[in-house]
């Protein structure tokens, strides 16, 4: 998925403007393919690749065993693939005979099909939608030894699929926060930086001044989603985000703050031990992590001394429940995030696994 977002920024803050409502969706795919299934595509890439096609997506394909020749229902998965009334669907059997179908109903876990046509009627079948597309960049293909083959092609869709926004995260302070937790493909990286310009003249010392308010910090988040249906209800907050255009809050992970005494419900506040570099500095939203994976969310409005080794570090609202030291895990700084790109790649493994990786950056609200 492909947004468009326009950044400007300010001195102390940043507007970003949604240029595109709708994402651009392309499709990759690459093939192994048989010495005679190479001529057939070549020719099709040759002649038909400026025309458009239905375009199976096979990363939703679903089994559906037998398939009668008179079959008007066919029970699929509705929620988490992209059938739509009036699109097209295509059905596969394990013979190798296929055929495209128009889908008249979309129902809870089944689709309605026009009349079927001469070929429907297939054993061991799978069925995915189908949906309008051209060739985005030319059809690319290698040999190898053995007589063995790969190609790629890459797809532009042609349609928007009238999906609707969801909403998988919890909110706080009229923001989402991204409660999964990042992962390291390899490494984790983070680079903070804060800009300033330099101004000379004919001689004597330069002169620097501050460009903006605010440091720009920025990362990458990895996510590995295990079924389809968990990297569905990420695409539709893709959808709700838009690229860049909206932030959430997103919590570090890491052990910011050390909890030093149990808390209370009525309590306001939380005794921290001392930390030279946060305490006194940091105001703004914190995650407290529990052990059983329960996070609570709260806003740091101000500190001041406590006992010897500790601070108290008190919240604009009072805690709501117990908090014992004993259940936390940690309690982590939770900045304001948005994504660095308005490119969403979700990358589907042979095992179903689904796997998007997105730079993240921190922005001034």
């Known amino acids: 998925m492909e947004w468009k977002t326009e950044v400007i920024r300010c001195r102390s803050a940043e507007q970003r403007l949604c240029l595109r409502n709708v994402p651009r969706t392309t499709v990759e795919y690459d093939f192994q393919l048989l010495p005679q299934e190479i001529e057939a595509a070549t020719v099709l890439a040759r002649q038909y690749g400026a025309d458009e096609f239905l375009l199976p997506f096979w990363h939703e ?34 013979d190798g005979k296929y055929e495209t ?27 995915m939608p189908a949906h309008p597309a051209r060739v985005k960049k030319p059809f690319n293909f290698r040999k190898y030894s053995a007589e063995y083959f790969t190609a790629d092609m890459e797809y532009i869709l042609t349609e928007d699929f009238g999906i609707t926004a969801s ?40 002169f620097y001044s501050k460009t903006h308010t605010y440091a720009v910090g920025t990362g990458t988040m990895s996510w590995s989603f295990n079924t389809v249906a968990e990297a569905w209800a990420f695409r539709l907050w893709m959808y ?107 990358d589907y493994q042979d095992a179903k696994v689904v796997d998007v990786r997105l730079p993240i950056m921190e922005v001034p609200e």
């Open 101 to 127: 179908f128009t889908i008249d109903t979309v129902n809870p876990g089944s689709i309605d099909i026009a009349a079927p046509g001469i070929a429907l009627g297939f054993a061991g079948a799978v069925v």
């Open 240 to 346: 709700d985000v838009k690229g860049k255009q909206e932030s959430f809050y997103a919590p570090r992970w890491t052990r910011d703050f050390p909890m030093n005494t149990d808390a209370l419900t009525a309590d306001d506040f939380l005794i921290i031990d001392t930390n030279d570099w946060l305490q006194d500095t940091y105001l703004g939203p914190i995650c407290v992590v529990l052990n059983d994976g329960t996070q609570l969310y709260y806003i740091v409005d101000s500190w001041q001394s406590h006992t010897a080794g500790t601070y108290r570090m008190n919240l604009t609202t009072t805690l709501g429940q117990d908090i014992a030291v004993a259940d936390v895990e940690m309690i982590t700084r939770m900045p304001k995030m948005r994504f660095n790109s308005d490119n969403i790649e979700f």
């Open 61 to 94: 394909l679903e089994y559906v065993g037998t398939v009668a020749s008179s079959a008007t229902n066919i029970v699929v998965d509705t929620t988490t693939k992209r059938y739509k009334v009036g699109g097209s669907g295509f059905i596969i059997g394990s």
């Open 167 to 206: 909403n998988p995260y919890p909110s706080f302070n009229s923001s989402y926060v991204l409660t999964d937790r990042p992962l390291a493909l390899g490494s984790a990286r983070e680079s903070h930086t804060r800009e300033f310009e330099g101004f000379g003249n004919l001689s004597g010392p330069l």
